[in-house]
C-alpha cells in the first residue's frame, strides 16, 4: 500500500514539471497599449511591437494605437530576428519583432534598424484625391463580383501579423475590415468582394494574375460587431490555395469584434516575410487586443512555393548603408568602409593613367608596381597602429545607462531548480524503494524463522 502511494506521488511530481517547465521557457514580454507602456506582461515565444487602427474600408472606428504583446503558434518562425522596421524618417518604429525577456520596452537600442520605404501606388475610386496616386505601406486592388466594379489604392497595416501573411494574395472575402475601400457597406455585401494585396510601387495598376492551382475549398463567412450592434452574412464555399480564418476581439475603439473565414490564393510576387512560416496559426496577445490568424492547406506545393519566396534577412552593414543618418554605434564600420572606398578610388585612379598613355614601357610599370607596394605596405601599417585604438573604443561605444536588476525568476534559475527537483525525487524515489524491499526480506526472513 505504501509503495503504490509512493509511486504515485513520484508520478505526480514528474507530471507538475513537465507541465511547469514549458512556462519557465517562454519568453516574457510587456502587454499594454503605447510606445512608452510598462505594465502588465505576457508569456509567448517571442515579443511583438505593432499598430492597431480600427477600419472599416476607409472610415476610421478609433484612433489608431501602438499595442505591445507576445505572438505564439505554428506560424510564428523559431529563428526571429530582433529588429524593428521604421517608416522613412520616423523617430518611433511602427512594427518590433525580439527574441527575450522584457525586449518590447523603449528604447529599442539593442534591436536592429530596418526603415521601410513607403510604395507609390495607382489610387482609383471615391477614396482617392487628384492625383491619382496615394503613399502607403501595402497597394490594393479591390474588385466587387455582383457588381463588377473595382477600386485601386494603398492600406497600411491595421492588425498585428494578419495583413503581413497576406501580402501578394487575392482574398474573398477581405481577411481585415480595412482591405474593401468603398465597396462594402456590411458584412453580407463584403462576402463576394475580392482584395489583393501586393508590395511594390505600382504593382496594382492591373489586379494581380493567379497563376498557381486553387485545390482547397473553404468555408466562407463574414461576421462582426461594431458600436455593440453584431452583423454577419451567410455562410458559403470558395476555392483558394489556402484556407484562412482571421479572429479580432478588441477594447479599442468601436470594432469590438472581427471573424472571417475564406480563402487565399498567392500571385508570383508574393513573398513571404521572414518571421513567418507559410501554414499553421499565430496568435497576438495583448492588454486590449486579441488576435489570431490561421492559413491551412495540404497542397505541399503551396508550402514550397511560399517557402521559396521568404524573405532572406539582409546584412546588416548593407542596411546600415543606407541609413540617411548614420548613428555613432556605427563609426568603426563607417571607417572600413571609407577605407575600402579610397582603395578603389586609387584603382581608378590607376587605370585612368593607363588609358591615357598607352606606350608606357616595361620600367615605369615596373615602378609603379614598387611605389604600389610601398604604398600598401604603409596602409597597413597605419590599420595594425588603428587596430588596439578600435578596441578599446568598443568596450565604450555600446555601454548603456544601468538599469534596476531582473528579479530572481529567469529561465535558467527556473530551470535548475526543476532539474534538482526531478532529481531529489528520483533519488528519494530509489531510497523509499531499497527500504520497502529491505523490510520485505526482514518480515520473509522473520515469518521464516519464527514458523
Known amino acids: 500500500m505504501r509503495l503504490n502511494q509512493s509511486i504515485s506521488i513520484y508520478q505526480s511530481f514528474i507530471l507538475l514539471a513537465i507541465i511547469t517547465i514549458p512556462s519557465c521557457l517562454a519568453v516574457k514580454c510587456y502587454d499594454c497599449v503605447g510606445m512608452d507602456c510598462m505594465g502588465s506582461f505576457c508569456n509567448g515565444d517571442a515579443c511583438m ?118 501580402i501578394g494574395a487575392c482574398m474573398i472575402p477581405p481577411i481585415t475590415g480595412a482591405m474593401h475601400h468603398t465597396l462594402a457597406k456590411s458584412a453580407k455585401s463584403l462576402l463576394k468582394v475580392e482584395s489583393c494585396l501586393c508590395a511594390t510601387s505600382f504593382c496594382n495598376s492591373q489586379k494581380p494574375e493567379i497563376k498557381v492551382p486553387e485545390k482547397e475549398k473553404c468555408r466562407a463567412s463574414v461576421s462582426q460587431r461594431a458600436f455593440d450592434v453584431p452583423s454577419s452574412s451567410s455562410n458559403v464555399t470558395c476555392e483558394g490555395e489556402y484556407c484562412f480564418t482571421a479572429t479580432i476581439k478588441a477594447k479599442i475603439g468601436t470594432l469590438q469584434e472581427y471573424t472571417t473565414y475564406g480563402c487565399a490564393s498567392f500571385s508570383e510576387e508574393g513573398g513571404l516575410p521572414e518571421e513567418l512560416n507559410p501554414d499553421g496559426c499565430a496568435t497576438f496577445s495583448s492588454e486590449k487586443l486579441e488576435v489570431k490568424t490561421c492559413f491551412r492547406t495540404k497542397d505541399k506545393d503551396a508550402i514550397e512555393r ?122 528519494s524515489g530509489i531510497v523509499i524503494k531499497f527500504e520497502l524491499h529491505k523490510k520485505l526480506k526482514r518480515s520473509n526472513y522473520d515469518s521464516v524463522a519464527g514458523g
Open 49 to 166: 511591437i505593432s499598430q492597431y487602427a480600427p477600419r472599416w474600408g476607409t472610415t476610421s472606428l478609433g484612433d489608431p494605437k501602438i499595442v505591445k504583446g507576445c505572438i505564439k503558434g505554428k506560424m510564428i518562425d523559431e529563428d526571429i530576428r530582433d529588429h524593428c522596421e521604421f517608416a522613412e524618417d520616423a523617430k518611433d518604429p511602427f512594427t518590433c519583432f525580439c527574441k527575450g525577456d522584457y525586449c518590447n520596452k523603449k528604447p529599442f537600442k539593442k534591436l536592429e534598424r530596418e526603415d521601410v520605404e513607403l510604395l507609390e501606388c495607382v489610387c482609383n475610386g471615391e477614396h482617392c484625391n487628384k492625383d491619382r496616386t496615394c503613399l502607403g505601406e501595402l497597394c490594393t486592388y479591390v474588385y466587387d463580383h455582383e457588381t463588377g466594379k473595382y477600386e485601386q489604392g494603398c492600406t497600411n497595416a491595421s492588425v498585428p501579423l494578419i495583413e503581413r501573411r497576406a
Open 306 to 427: 511560399a517557402l521559396a519566396t521568404k524573405e532572406v534577412p539582409k546584412r546588416k552593414q548593407s542596411r546600415r548603408k543606407s541609413q540617411k543618418k548614420p548613428k555613432k554605434v556605427e563609426t568603426e564600420e563607417f571607417d572600413d568602409e571609407e577605407e575600402e572606398e579610397e582603395e578603389e578610388e586609387e584603382e581608378e585612379e590607376r587605370e585612368e593613367k593607363k588609358k591615357e598613355s598607352p606606350k608606357v614601357t616595361k620600367e615605369k610599370i615596373k615602378e609603379r608596381k614598387e611605389k604600389e607596394e610601398e604604398e600598401e605596405e604603409e596602409k597597413e601599417e597605419k590599420n595594425e597602429k588603428k587596430k588596439p585604438e578600435a578596441t578599446t573604443a568598443k568596450s565604450f561605444i555600446f555601454e548603456k545607462p544601468t538599469q534596476p536588476p531582473i528579479p530572481d525568476d529567469s529561465n535558467t534559475t527556473m530551470i535548475t531548480v526543476f532539474v534538482l527537483l526531478i532529481l531529489c525525487i528520483l533519488g
